[in-house]
C-alpha cells in the first residue's frame, strides 16, 4: 500500500488545492456557505475533487506528475528535496540527566532524521573496517584517545547514507569549541550548516536524584528512571530500592544496566566539564540565531511542547 511522504504531500497540496478551488466560483461558496448541510456538502465534494485529482488511472498520477507512477513521482520530489533544499542539521546539548535519552529519539521520530551519537558511529566505523574505522581502532589498541579529525571523518562518512540525505541530528558532538569548528568547516565543503541547537537546561542541583536513579538499555540506549520513567517489570525491596534482576527492558525483556559514572561522585566532574565546554559552543553558535533554549526542569509533555516550539522555523 502506498504512503504519501512528507515531500510527496508538499508537491500535492500545490495541485491539488487550487483544483478544489477552481471547481466552485466565489458566489457559488456564497450561496451554499448561508445553509449548513450544503456547507458540509461543499466540504465532502471539495475532498472527493482533491482525492480524483491525486489518484486518477490506477494509481497513476497523470495530471500531477506527467506519466510518471506514483512510486517514480514521489521517489523524483525526494531527491529534488535532497538535492535543493538544505539539510536540517541539529545539535542536542544537555548536561547528564537532562532528558536527551529520552527526547532526543521523540525530535528523530518527528523529522524523521537519524539520531546520531559518536559513540556508535565510532565503533560502527571500526566494525565495518572503513578506513577511517581502521585509523580510529588503531589508537584504542594503543591506549590513546580518538582525534578530533578522525571523529570528523566518521561523521564525514555516516552523514553520506541516504538516511541522512534530509538532516541529521548530532548527540554528544561536538563537546568542545575546536571541534565546533572542524565540524563547520566539514559541512561548509558540502554547501551545509547547523540549522539549530537546542540546549536541554536543568538545575545541577536537580541532577542528582535523576542520575543516580537512571537504568538504561544497552542495545537500543533506551532510558529508564526508577522515580520517573520505571519499567514494567521494577521491583524494589524492604528499603525502596530497585530490586536489579527485576530491571528489564519494556520492548525486549533485556536485562538493563546503570553506567559507572552515573554516581554522585562523579556527576560532579561531569557537570564541571559540561559547563566548561559547552558555554563556548553555545556562544559560537548563537550569533546565527539558532540556539535555543528548553526548560528540561518540568514534566515530561512541558518539555516536549518547549521543544516543538524551539523546533519550528519562526522560534
Same mark, same amino acid.
Not at 565510532?122 to 574505522?133: D, K, N
Not at 558532538?173 to 558540502?190: C, G, H, N, V, Y
Not at 527485576?246 to 544496566?257: I, N, P, V
Given at each position: 500500500?502506498?504512503?504519501?511522504?512528507?515531500?510527496?504531500?508538499?508537491?500535492?497540496?500545490?495541485?491539488?488545492?487550487?483544483? =478544489?478551488?477552481? !471547481?466552485?466560483?466565489?458566489?457559488?461558496?456564497?450561496?451554499?456557505?448561508?445553509?449548513?448541510?450544503?456547507?458540509?456538502?461543499? $466540504?465532502?465534494?471539495?475532498? *472527493?475533487? #482533491? *482525492?480524483?485529482?491525486?489518484?486518477?488511472?490506477? &494509481?497513476?498520477?497523470?495530471?500531477?506528475?506527467? !506519466?510518471?507512477?506514483?512510486?517514480?513521482?514521489?521517489? #523524483?520530489?525526494?531527491?529534488?528535496? *535532497?538535492?535543493?533544499?538544505?539539510?536540517?542539521?541539529?545539535?542536542?546539548?544537555?548536561?547528564?540527566? =537532562?532528558?536527551?535519552?529520552?527526547?532526543?529519539?521523540?525530535?528523530?521520530?518527528?523529522?524523521?532524521?537519524?539520531?546520531?551519537?559518536?559513540?556508535?558511529?565510532?565503533?560502527?566505523?571500526?566494525?565495518?573496517?572503513?578506513?577511517?574505522?581502521?585509523?580510529?581502532?588503531?589508537?584504542?589498541?594503543?591506549?590513546?584517545?580518538?582525534?578530533?579529525?578522525?571523529?570528523?571523518?566518521? $561523521?564525514?562518512?555516516?552523514?553520506?547514507?541516504?538516511?541522512?540525505?534530509?538532516?541529521?541530528?548530532?548527540?554528544?558532538?561536538?563537546?568542545?569549541?575546536?571541534?565546533?569548528?572542524?565540524?563547520?568547516?566539514?559541512?561548509?565543503?558540502?554547501?551545509?550548516?547547523?540549522?539549530?541547537?537546542?540546549?536541554?537546561?536543568?538545575?545541577?542541583?536537580?541532577?542528582?536524584?535523576? $542520575?543516580?536513579?537512571?537504568?538504561?538499555?544497552?542495545?537500543?540506549?533506551? !532510558?529508564?528512571?526508577?522515580?520517573? =520513567?520505571?519499567?514494567?517489570?521494577?521491583?524494589?525491596?524492604? &528499603?525502596?530500592?530497585?530490586?536489579?534482576?527485576?530491571?528489564?527492558?519494556?520492548?525486549?525483556? @533485556?536485562?538493563?544496566?546503570?553506567?559507572?559514572?552515573?554516581?554522585?561522585?562523579?556527576?560532579?566532574?561531569?557537570?564541571?566539564?559540561?559547563?566548561? @565546554?559547552?558555554?563556548?559552543?553555545?556562544?559560537?553558535?548563537?550569533?546565527?540565531?539558532?540556539?535555543?533554549?528548553?526548560?528540561?526542569?518540568?514534566?515530561?509533555?512541558?518539555?516536549?511542547?518547549?521543544?516543538?516550539?524551539?523546533?519550528?522555523?519562526? #522560534?
Amino acid at each position: 500500500m502506498f504512503t504519501p511522504t512528507a515531500a510527496f504531500r508538499t508537491a500535492t497540496r500545490r495541485v491539488i488545492v487550487p483544483t =478544489a478551488r477552481r !471547481s466552485f466560483s466565489a458566489a457559488a461558496v456564497t450561496k451554499i456557505a448561508k445553509n449548513d448541510n450544503a456547507r458540509k456538502a461543499l $466540504i465532502a465534494t471539495a475532498g *472527493a475533487v #482533491a *482525492a480524483m485529482a491525486a489518484f486518477q488511472q490506477d &494509481s497513476k498520477t497523470y495530471n500531477l506528475f506527467g !506519466s510518471k507512477s506514483t512510486a517514480e513521482a514521489v521517489k #523524483a520530489t525526494e531527491e529534488k528535496f *535532497a538535492s535543493y533544499w538544505p539539510r536540517n542539521i541539529m545539535i542536542l546539548f544537555g548536561p547528564p540527566g =537532562a532528558g536527551k535519552g529520552t527526547h532526543g529519539p521523540k525530535i528523530e521520530d518527528l523529522l524523521n532524521i537519524p539520531q546520531l551519537s559518536t559513540g556508535d558511529m565510532l565503533r560502527a566505523a571500526v566494525s565495518a573496517g572503513t578506513e577511517v574505522g581502521k585509523k580510529a581502532e588503531a589508537v584504542m589498541k594503543a591506549g590513546g584517545l580518538v582525534s578530533d579529525d578522525i571523529v570528523i571523518g566518521i $561523521i564525514r562518512d555516516r552523514i553520506k547514507e541516504a538516511d541522512c540525505k534530509f538532516g541529521f541530528i548530532l548527540d554528544g558532538f561536538p563537546r568542545t569549541l575546536p571541534q565546533a569548528k572542524a565540524l563547520d568547516k566539514m559541512l561548509a565543503s558540502e554547501g551545509a550548516r547547523v540549522t539549530k541547537v537546542i540546549e536541554l537546561e536543568v538545575p545541577d542541583s536537580v541532577l542528582e536524584e535523576r $542520575i543516580t536513579g537512571r537504568w538504561i538499555h544497552k542495545k537500543s540506549g533506551r !532510558s529508564y528512571h526508577v522515580k520517573y =520513567a520505571p519499567p514494567k517489570t521494577m521491583k524494589v525491596d524492604g &528499603s525502596g530500592k530497585p530490586v536489579p534482576d527485576s530491571m528489564k527492558d519494556d520492548e525486549t525483556g @533485556e536485562a538493563l544496566m546503570q553506567r559507572k559514572d552515573d554516581t554522585s561522585a562523579a556527576l560532579v566532574k561531569r557537570l564541571q566539564g559540561y559547563h566548561g @565546554e559547552t558555554v563556548p559552543i553555545l556562544e559560537h553558535y548563537r550569533p546565527d540565531g539558532i540556539v535555543r533554549a528548553v526548560n528540561a526542569n518540568q514534566g515530561m509533555d512541558g518539555v516536549w511542547k518547549e521543544i516543538l516550539g524551539a523546533l519550528k522555523r519562526s #522560534a
